[in-house]
């Protein structure tokens, strides 16, 4: 089951009213534990297309399938209850203290008191919060930054394999975010959820996105593939104009670094003695060779040496992978 | 404070309940005035007045109002407001007067009377207060999957809850004040003092009535506060607070 499809979008469309649709004919395919984000300008139809997947809106035309089910033939409050859903900070129930969100559909569920208790306190560790501290808080005294980590353990809680989350880091200042979006990195590393993430930030559906639907206004599906693909190759006009300025910047954070090894320097280490981890991306190597008077720096994994990185050996890496994404387009 | 006020309201309540009808008793001239003045028997009849037409106030309108704020139901909330708006339009004696020509003398018209008087300020406050609450964590209550009445139960009511209860202590304390006309038609309740007072000029007697009543508007606003202050409290919650605070190293 390694590549089980988990999500399937089949010719998707909504219309509200008579108005023209929010999202038109929209096909989309979501593998068993890859994060999949939904990226595009407002008015794409993102966040109505995750909303499809939970039910929350009913599309006009065209089938959602998840784990094979069609999901208009499965009760909607079930449906939700094994799927994981994050949204914004104004998500979380106000009156209700931080451990009883945490706990919600633990206790939809029917489970007893004490295993809710359990789980919510394994959640709040899970997530870097106290459960000693915070359990007890209100949503109101927490920080933005907790407060999305909150959200978070919450959709967690009954250990759903889908997690469906709406700009979950949208609302706290960039240093939070980017600890918010480090700390998802590696959650997602260790649970393997399948996760349909929306967000409206280019750099963020990078970082966390093992694959990029990029939409377009009115809801139409522009392009679909790995942040690499995406970044090097644009389907279009609209794509390269929403990756924006500075794609092949953008792109070093996604290559790893051993795709670079310069092949005719060999497995030893430089004699410059800067070296970078061998699970680091380009733009680690480009900072290191950037910021010290070297001409080399060589990729270690634990003490053994890989080989060495150079500028140049970036620079053909990344021509090799924008023309590799290239073949793969036209394969398609 | 504001929990020493709870306690202190009733008694400070009562105490002055005493010295007014003890200052009426002291001015009284005779047997007949002293009758007049055996106000435990009316305050009785004027708290079983307001009671029972707020209970059934309460239990009419606030049902209303969660269904007219679901959306299926949601074109019936003008209408049903207008109802409740009609009811309050209308001058309480001229409403007691048209009650009695269908009801005729008695404790039934003036409860109904009441009744519909007090509709109103707790259905507009469940509209309001269950329209009030955000509806980014109605959806996210949806979203976590919560059928529509746990989101009602779980969600929207507890959000509601001080405005409902706003609008349940205004309905009371009118309820109280206007249950002093239910004397016109023969219920009884305190109206009967203020009414002796007025047909034998006896201002003692007025005051005793018209006082006993205020007293007794008080008293019914802090016994809807103190009954919120009961509900709210989650004993779940505070035995975990005080199990966490005592097992703290």
Redesign the interface.
């Known amino acids: 089951m390694g590549t089980a499809l988990m999500i399937l979008l089949e010719a998707v469309t909504k219309t509200y009213g008579a108005g023209l649709p929010a999202v038109a004919g929209l096909s989309l395919a979501v593998e068993a534990g890859e994060t999949c984000v939904l990226v595009g300008p407002s008015g794409s139809g993102k966040t109505t297309t995750l909303k499809m997947i939970n039910r929350l809106v009913e599309p006009t035309s065209g089938r959602v399938l998840v784990g094979g089910r069609d999901v208009a033939g499965v009760d909607a409050v079930e449906l939700r209850r094994g799927m994981g859903y994050v949204i914004q900070q104004v998500g979380l129930f106000p009156h209700l203290s931080v451990g009883d969100n945490v706990g919600t559909v633990p206790r939809l569920l029917g489970w007893d008191r004490g295993r809710v208790r359990r789980r919510v306190d394994e959640l709040l560790e899970l997530v870097g919060l106290d459960p000693a501290v915070y359990r007890l808080r209100r949503p109101d005294q927490l920080s933005g930054g907790q407060r999305q980590r909150v959200g978070v353990a919450r959709a967690l809680a009954a250990d759903p394999p889908v997690l469906l989350m709406d700009e979950p880091f949208g609302a706290v200042d960039p240093v939070t975010r980017r600890r918010l979006q480090e700390e998802f990195i590696a959650l997602q590393a260790a649970l393997r959820k399948t996760v349909v993430l929306v967000t409206h930030d280019i750099d963020e559906a990078v970082r966390l996105g093992d694959r990029l639907a990029v939409l377009a206004e009115g809801g139409t599906l522009a392009q679909h593939g790995t942040p690499a693909e995406v970044l090097a190759r644009p389907a279009s006009a609209f794509v390269a104009g929403f990756v924006g300025a500075g794609a092949t910047l953008k792109r070093l954070g996604v290559v790893a670094v051993t795709e670079a090894l310069d092949p005719a320097a060999g497995p030893d280490r430089h004699p410059d003695g800067v070296s970078v981890p061998a699970h680091a991306s380009l733009a680690e190597a480009t900072e290191a060779l950037l910021a010290a008077p070297v001409s080399a720096v060589t990729v270690v994994e634990g003490t053994r040496s890989l080989g060495v990185v150079t500028l140049a050996s970036i620079q053909s890496a990344l021509r090799r992978q924008a023309a590799g994404a290239e073949e793969e387009g036209e394969e398609r | 404070m504001r929990r020493r006020w709870l306690v202190a309201t009733p008694v400070l309540l009562v105490a002055a309940a005493w010295l007014v009808v003890a200052w009426g008793r002291q001015g009284a001239t005779g047997p007949a005035e002293a009758a007049a003045l055996a106000t435990a028997d009316r305050g009785a009849e004027h708290v079983t007045l307001s009671l029972v037409s707020s209970v059934l106030a309460v239990a009419v309108a606030l049902p209303a109002g969660v269904v007219v704020t679901r959306p299926r139901w949601r074109r019936l909330r003008g209408p049903a407001l207008f109802v409740a708006n009609l009811g309050q339009t209308v001058p309480t004696v001229a409403f007691l007067a048209l009650m009695f020509t269908v009801t005729g003398l008695g404790w039934r018209t003036a409860v109904l009377a009441l009744w519909a008087y007090s509709l109103l300020p707790v259905l507009r406050n469940t509209v309001a207060g269950l329209s009030g609450v955000?509806p980014?964590?109605v959806?996210?209550?949806?979203?976590?999957?919560?059928?529509p009445g746990?989101v009602l139960a779980?969600?929207e009511l507890?959000?509601a809850r001080p405005v409902i209860v706003a609008g349940v202590r205004t309905a009371v304390v009118v309820n109280v004040g206007t249950a002093a006309l239910a004397s016109f038609v023969g219920a009884g309740g305190l109206g009967d003092v203020i009414q002796i007072g007025i047909n034998n000029q006896r201002d003692r007697i007025l005051v005793v009535g018209a006082a006993l009543t205020a007293l007794l508007a008080l008293a019914a606003d802090w016994a809807v506060a103190a009954l919120d202050a009961v509900a709210r409290r989650q004993p779940y919650?505070a035995w975990?607070?005080r199990r966490?605070s005592s097992s703290?190293p």
């Open positions: 955000d980014a964590v959806e996210a209550a949806r979203g976590v999957g919560m059928s746990e779980r969600v507890p959000l919650e975990r607070a966490a703290a």
